[in-house]
């Protein structure tokens, strides 16, 4: 199962699918898809709110499991050993703990993983990379959305994870800011070594990716690369 390199891949899987029980009906949230994420991957996972894009992400990331097909992660080992410190994801919705402060939220992964040693300079790292390194003892109700986003996005940085899960990372920042955050996003991952997918439903944001992939009523299609 190894790649054209001899490396194996990060996440494969094949006809996953995902259903939920709503209102005595059963909703497709994802049909059938399969996927191969390799080391230092860079997608973006294109579709508008509701198509699917966060189910996908949820599946990837081990946090939910299909209801059809399956999914493994060949260079990262089983699904209870992926995160935080392999597979890292920064949520679409709030995600920070409201009673530590910006630098603690960052630094939690850290602790959780026993690098207490290494988590506030890992944290205002993180942080620094986006220029948020001055909110650092800010609770998260201090925090406008956009900064808040930008904070669960270097916790999750902060781990220096094999791969970055990142949803709607820009859902909430203005045009110049979510230009900056991706540029910013994207060199961080080349220097270490990530790969990355980050769900969008901006065209622009998608542009920046080597291949993007398109969901639409649950159904992936792609990857395309260059956009192409």
Known sequence: MNDESGEKPLACAQGIARSFMRGGAIVEALKPATITIRPKARAAVMGSS??????????????????????????????????????????????????????????????????????????????????????????????????????????????????????????????????????ALIAWAEAAECALVVATHDEGVAQRFDEIWRMEHGRLTGPTRDGQ
Request: aromatic share 2%; with cysteine.
């Open 50 to 183: 509701g198509s699917g894009k966060s189910t996908l992400l949820h599946l990837v990331a081990g946090i939910d499991t299909p209801t059809k097909g399956g999914i493994c992660w060949p260079a990262l080992g089983e699904r209870d050993d992926l995160r935080p410190g392999k597979i890292a994801i920064a949520f679409q919705t709030p995600s920070l703990v409201p009673f530590l402060s910006v630098a603690e939220n960052v630094a939690l992964p850290m602790f959780v993983l026993g690098n207490a040693g290494e988590a506030h300079r890992a944290a205002i790292a993180a942080l620094a990379i986006h220029g948020l390194e001055e909110l650092a003892g800010k609770l998260p109700d201090e925090l406008s959305g956009g900064q808040a986003q930008r904070v669960a996005l270097a916790r999750a940085m902060a781990t220096g994870p094999r791969l970055l899960l990142a949803d709607e990372p820009t859902g909430q920042l203005d045009q110049e800011t979510a230009r900056a955050t991706m540029i």
